[in-house]
């Protein structure tokens, strides 16, 4: 039963982490009017360049009265992508080299490429494509070497209550559109295996501390 729920898991994990990386920008789009170095720290020990990851916040906004139409502030997790892999707008990745950790750009978006304004990052918002130019204000929180890795068990207590109920586990992997169970075992059957070995006192719940995954926001 251990051995059975451990693999279990650990492929459902393996699944979610799989599908998170296949969401892409359409990238037919200019590449930026103008570039503004808004902040830059004393001293620089990394650059960004391509392969590296980068985990940033944003502000987008019309240019023509400051309105904010877009921001990752207080999203769940740490917004983060891999620099010329071409997942986000050619404005970012074209003006997004040779930063430094704590450095704040802005970006200026015409929005007259062949497709209009468009997605910028996946999650983020599409602008007003009557609006005009927008510029996006970018500040580098932190160069990675690798995708930094999701805090599973903020993603699946969905009451943020500290503890995942059986529901919230089917709920979760549910929403993820994980398949390839074995044809014998059920979603709810391989949840009650998880819980079966990693609910310690039975109580129906797992705790933070009996969770087996990941659960500490790691960059």
Same mark, same amino acid.
């Given at each position: 039963?251990?051995?059975?729920?451990?693999?279990?898991?650990?492929?459902?994990?393996?699944? =979610?982490?799989?599908?998170?990386?296949?969401?892409?920008?359409?990238?037919?789009?200019?590449?930026?009017?103008?570039?503004?170095?808004?902040?830059?720290?004393?001293?620089?020990?990394?650059?960004?360049? !391509?392969?590296?990851?980068?985990? &940033?916040?944003?502000?987008?906004?019309?240019?023509?009265?400051?309105?904010? =139409?877009?921001?990752?502030?207080?999203?769940?997790?740490?917004?983060?992508?891999?620099?010329?892999?071409?997942?986000?707008?050619?404005?970012?990745?074209?003006?997004?080299?040779?930063?430094?950790?704590?450095?704040?750009?802005? %970006?200026?978006?015409?929005?007259?490429?062949?497709?209009?304004?468009?997605?910028?990052?996946?999650?983020?918002?599409?602008?007003?494509?009557?609006?005009?130019?927008?510029?996006?204000? &970018?500040?580098?929180?932190?160069?990675? !070497?690798?995708?930094?890795?999701?805090?599973? =068990?903020?993603?699946?207590?969905?009451?943020?209550?500290?503890? %995942?109920?059986?529901?919230?586990?089917?709920?979760? =992997?549910?929403?993820?559109?994980?398949?390839?169970?074995?044809?014998?075992?059920?979603?709810?059957?391989?949840?009650?295996?998880?819980?079966?070995?990693?609910?310690?006192?039975?109580?129906?719940? &797992?705790?933070?501390?009996?969770?087996?995954?990941?659960?500490?926001?790691?960059?």
């Amino acid at each position: 039963m251990e051995r059975t729920s451990v693999i279990c898991f650990t492929y459902l994990f393996a699944a =979610f982490l799989l599908n998170s990386r296949f969401a892409h920008a359409d990238n037919d789009h200019d590449t930026g009017r103008m570039v503004v170095v808004q902040e830059a720290p004393e001293t620089c020990e990394r650059q960004t360049k !391509d392969g590296d990851y980068l985990v &940033i916040k944003y502000v987008g906004k019309y240019t023509d009265d400051g309105e904010q =139409f877009d921001d990752n502030e207080g999203k769940e997790d740490a917004l983060h992508f891999k620099l010329g892999e071409g997942k986000v707008l050619p404005a970012w990745e074209e003006n997004l080299k040779d930063m430094c950790t704590g450095e704040i750009r802005e %970006i200026f978006v015409t929005g007259t490429g062949p497709e209009g304004h468009v997605l910028p990052i996946p999650g983020g918002v599409v602008p007003d494509q009557t609006r005009g130019e927008v510029s996006y204000q &970018i500040e580098l929180v932190q160069i990675l !070497d690798k995708p930094p890795t999701p805090n599973l =068990f903020k993603k699946m207590d969905f009451d943020g209550d500290n503890r %995942i109920s059986k529901t919230e586990m089917k709920s979760f =992997f549910s929403a993820q559109g994980l398949g390839g169970l074995e044809s014998e075992e059920s979603l709810d059957s391989a949840v009650n295996n998880i819980f079966d070995f990693q609910d310690k006192d039975k109580d129906q719940w &797992i705790s933070f501390d009996e969770f087996p995954g990941q659960k500490h926001d790691e960059l």
